[in-house]
């Protein structure tokens, strides 16, 4: 800085106060150098206007409100959501005084604020990745059944987390589980998420599965899962993905783009592992199911011994009826050869030698008679 | 999965097979006792060695904040 020229003197107080003369550079310099002092970060809430993009890099836009307006300007890398004019956003930026005099903020961040610019927000960037087949259900994977190494993304200190670590250890043992601290709102919470994200992707052992949890939170607070760099970045990992953000009715771009959605962190606890009681309780009445069954065959073939007996007997009867039948039978034909029911039919039995002058016997069936054979005729 | 883990789904899969067998052709009144023991034991180890496991957890030492 070049030294004061011309030096003024004021008398104060009886003490000789310099003033200082500067170079309009070196002025514009000293300006900001005040305005990083005092405000190194400075939050701002307005409404954007007259929004554009330069050469596909350079972002312009004024922020205002009813009382006034400040010129803003940032890199589209910056953006990570959509912006439109008349949307209401919170700027985190550095004052600056440009070399040509022009008050603007340097914007370092810039997130919609107020329920009507999320909700704008979120559904601009909803349809672009949309279009893109971010969210294509061809895209989703099936989780592990039971994971035996996962990741966690989450802030060790939040609700969400206990609740996680609690339901899974209550549900199953013998995980292994590497848990990524990191901010779960903030600014700076996206970008940690995608670094947890990325570290977890360049392991040599992957995880089977990483899962970002998250508990309820205003809409403001889980703005967060509505980055879009953090979508990409799930939606590209290696590893499936797991997301328990939120409550059962909050629904972020983090949801749509992961392999799975949780409608909690309980929730993801619950789809990621079984729960053991409940397998033990499974085997126990698998093996209790066994008892009725080896009753069944024992009552079973009790009622086939004691139906023996009946069996034997119905046996010798049958073989008593046969062996009737047959006597019967042989009875009839006995009685078919009764010589004296053959007498009965007409025939006659003669005794004696059949010549000529014999005297013979003839027996009938009523009477005896005695007789000369006077003829013999040979057939 | 681990080894012990491992062994449990073995286990699970094990009494799945002699639960099977009380419904299958080989069912014997004169094995069914054997093996309603073996199944009995086998569900009671599953649920020791379910209520034994523990889950590791590693708070990883990265950090992840815009310096690291």
Known sequence: ?379 | MSSTNKSIQEKTTELSKLVDWFDGDQFTLEAALDMFKKAEKLANDIEHDLLLLKNEIKIVKQKFNSDS
């Open chain 1, 1 to 379: 800085m070049e030294k004061p020229t011309n030096q003024p003197i004021f008398k104060t107080y009886g003490m000789d106060i310099v003033q200082q003369v500067f170079s309009v550079s070196d002025f514009i310099a000293v300006v900001n150098q005040t305005f990083e002092y005092a405000y190194p970060n400075v939050e701002v809430e307005g409404e954007v206007a007259s929004f554009k993009v330069n050469q596909g890099k350079y972002v312009f836009f004024d922020i205002k409100d009813s009382g006034g307006s400040i010129a803003c300007f940032m890199t589209v890398w910056q953006l990570r959501v959509p912006i439109e004019d008349g949307m209401k956003v919170i700027v985190s930026a550095v004052p600056k005084l440009t070399r040509w005099g022009k008050f603007s903020l340097t914007v370092k961040s810039i997130r919609p604020s107020g329920a009507g610019a999320i909700k704008k927000s979120f559904e601009l960037l909803k349809e672009k990745l949309d279009k893109e087949g971010l969210f294509a259900v061809e895209r989703k994977r099936r989780l592990p059944s039971i994971p035996n190494h996962v990741a966690v993304i989450s802030s060790t200190t939040a609700a969400g987390y206990a609740d996680f670590i609690k339901i899974l250890s209550d549900r199953w043992g013998g995980v292994k589980i590497d848990v990524a601290n990191v901010q779960v709102q903030g600014i700076d919470a996206a970008d940690q998420i995608i670094k947890a994200v990325e570290y977890f992707n360049q392991q040599q052992k992957l995880p089977e599965v990483i899962v970002i949890i998250r508990g309820g939170g205003s809409a403001d607070d889980l703005s967060t899962f509505n980055d879009e760099p953090l979508v990409r970045s799930i939606g590209a990992s290696r590893i499936p993905t797991l997301v328990g953000v939120g409550h059962e009715t909050d629904e972020s771009l983090v949801d749509l783009v992961a392999d799975v959605r949780a409608s909690t962190p309980s929730n993801a606890a619950q789809i990621l592992v079984p729960d053991k009681h409940e397998i033990i309780r499974s085997t126990q009445s698998q093996v209790e199911s066994l008892v009725p069954r080896i009753i069944q065959v024992v009552d079973q073939q009790k009622a086939a011994v004691k139906s023996y007996p009946t069996k034997i007997l119905e046996k010798i009867d049958s073989a008593i009826d046969q062996q009737t039948g047959a006597i019967s039978n042989l009875k009839n034909v006995l009685i078919q050869l009764d010589p004296n029911n053959v007498l009965k039919r007409g025939y006659v039995i003669v005794r004696g030698l059949i010549e000529v002058g014999s005297r013979i016997e003839i027996e009938s069936n009523k009477a005896i008679i005695k007789a000369e054979v006077i003829n013999v005729v040979n057939k």
